[in-house]
Every structure is written in structure tokens, then in C-alpha cells.
């Protein structure tokens, strides 16, 4: 049975003059854009009261109103992806995402997706903002995620993340010898002329934090356990370059493998190999949406990355 949603939002200065569609996109995040369309050539998003069509331009102060039935997106398919399932209850599910697995379908990825698992798993997800998806990994980066199984866990979840209680905690290998932990306090935005990749920009970007302290040391390389306070994209691999540590395998931010002086051949093997970047998410803690009570979760490092740290520990000793 499709779930009925009553939001309300106050359109800001900033988007005043906008289109009706492109203001209703930056109020409502959990939601498609295509959805949004939708509900407003159906009259169930409504702008100051009145049905208006996409593209009216809306104003400051005014308000925008959503009373619909979440139907389930029809351009998402279940597909039977197999699923790591770490923790499940009615309100939430908690698993362990590989690395090469995309979370959410988009232009180059309709199909294939996580999302597509999620929905093969319980079908109920279908009337839940973005299959339950509150938060993201990028496709090469492994480790935990949570999804809310209910609109209520989804909005519990999202008002978490938001205020940034969220405990996430990730392990990453680096290049570079560092001689100490600190934090990245840089905004975050779209690369202004490289469009794929994210960048610190002093002025125009999003507020992102960063901390992170030495876990292991190797003549060349430091493990690191990063924690966040803010989830923009790309945001550790973006950070961790702008302090001249790039994460080994990524050549998004950090190019060519770099290979030490004097390297042995597994060594240099095992750089120039590695599939993707070293980075893994290890730990989340959060409310429970339904007791209330600090839940706590961890999955173990996969085996490629415990495998570059024996090799590390190994030949890169300091």
C-alpha cells in the first residue's frame, strides 16, 4: 500500500525568481526531480496554495506544499544482486557495500545498482524516498551503509545526518609519510572546469570536515582513520589530496601510481595495481529511529585492503 506524505517549505531569498521545479528539487532532496514534475502537473505540489505549472517562477517567502501517495518509481527494477546484510529490523537495514557497485541509478548506471538490489530484497522499499537510501559511498569506496525500511525511519535519518550526529568512521591508505592526524575544515564544490571531479573552493563551495589520525605508519604510506562531519562527494578523497596525502588507486585526485625510490617489484606491483581507491567505511553510529537507543555498527576491512596493508607492512616498512 503506497504511503501519503504531507511536506512543507518556505521558499528561501536565494532561490527567489527560480523555476517552480528547480526550487522544489534544492527543498525536497529526498525526492526525483522527475516525481517533483510530476506532482506538480497533478496539483499535489503546490505553491502558495494554487497548482502552477514547472517553470513558473516562484518567490521569496512564499510556500510549497506536497500531499501525495509515494508511489513507487517505476523506472527502478528489483534486480537479484546479492546483499551483505550486516543488521535488519522493521525500521532499518545496515549492510556491508562492495566496492564497484554504484548506490543509486543515474545517467550511465540505470540498472545494477544497490538500489535495484534493495528493491529485489524487500519490495516494500519501492514507497520509501530513494529505496531508503539516506546516504551515499562512492561506487569504488566498500563498507557500511544504513537504509531506512520506513518514511518515518527515512525522515528520523535524514534530520540526523543533517545535524550531523551521525558517527562514520573510514579507514584510507595514503601517499605519503605523515607525521601527524589534524582536520580538513575546507568547503566543497563542483571542479569548476573538470566537471566529474569535486575541489576545495574558498568561495561557492559547502561547508566539509574532515578528521583524521595516523593508524599505521610505512616508510612511504599512512593508514588513517578518518572521521567526518559533513558527507559531501568525493569529500575525504578531495581533502586528503588538498593536504598532499591522495588516497592510493585513486587517479581521479591523485594520478599516476607513485612509486618510491628503491620499491620492490611487489611493492610496485601492488601500487600500480590496485583496483580502486583505498577507502573504506568501517564503522556508522546513529539513533535507532524506533527505540532510541545509540546503535553502533562495523564490517571488517575487505580483503584487498588488508592485503595492500600486509604488502605495506611488509615492503614499506619504515
Request: contains cysteine; charged residues 25%; proline residues 5%.
Amino acid at each position: 500500500m503506497a504511503e501519503r506524505i504531507e511536506l512543507t517549505a518556505v521558499v528561501p531569498d536565494s532561490l527567489a525568481g527560480e523555476r517552480l521545479d528547480l526550487v522544489a528539487a534544492q527543498l525536497f532532496p529526498d525526492y526525483s526531480r522527475s516525481r517533483l514534475q510530476s506532482w506538480i502537473k497533478k496539483g499535489e505540489l503546490r505553491l502558495a496554495g494554487k497548482q502552477h505549472r514547472p517553470r513558473d517562477k516562484v518567490s521569496a517567502g512564499a510556500t510549497l506544499t506536497i500531499a501525495a501517495e509515494l508511489e513507487q518509481e517505476v523506472s527502478w527494477q528489483p534486480q537479484n544482486i546479492d546483499l551483505n546484510i550486516v543488521h535488519e529490523d522493521d525500521s532499518i537495514l545496515v549492510l556491508n557495500k562492495p566496492a564497484d557497485l554504484v548506490v543509486h541509478p543515474a545517467a550511465g548506471h540505470a540498472d545494477g545498482t544497490l538500489v535495484n538490489a534493495l528493491l529485489n530484497h524487500d519490495s516494500t522499499l519501492g514507497a520509501v524516498p530513494r529505496a531508503g537510501i539516506v546516504h551515499r559511498l562512492d561506487r569504488q569506496t566498500s563498507g557500511i551503509m544504513v537504509v531506512a525500511k520506513t518514511l518515518a525511519a527515512h525522515h528520523h535519518l535524514v534530520d540526523q545526518l543533517q545535524a550531523r550526529s551521525v558517527k562514520r568512521e573510514y579507514c584510507a591508505v595514503c601517499v605519503g609519510a605523515m607525521t601527524g592526524g589534524g582536520t580538513v575544515d575546507k568547503p566543497i564544490g563542483r571542479h569548476p572546469r573538470q566537471r566529474t571531479k569535486m575541489a576545495v573552493l574558498e568561495n561557492g563551495g559547502k561547508s566539509a570536515i574532515t578528521h583524521y589520525r595516523v593508524s599505521s605508519r610505512f616508510a612511504n604510506h599512512t593508514r588513517v582513520t578518518v572521521n567526518l562531519e559533513t558527507g559531501r562527494t568525493h569529500q575525504i578523497r578531495v581533502h586528503m589530496a588538498f593536504r598532499h596525502y591522495p588516497l592510493i588507486g585513486d587517479p581521479l585526485y591523485g594520478g599516476r601510481p607513485r612509486i618510491p625510490r628503491g620499491a620492490s617489484e611487489d611493492l610496485i606491483s601492488a601500487l600500480r595495481s590496485f583496483p580502486r581507491q583505498a577507502l573504506h567505511a568501517r564503522a556508522l553510529g546513529l539513533i535507532h529511529p524506533e527505540t532510541g537507543i545509540d546503535a553502533n555498527f562495523e564490517c571488517p576491512l575487505p580483503d584487498d585492503i588488508m592485503e595492500l596493508l600486509a604488502i605495506l607492512d611488509r615492503e614499506d616498512a619504515v
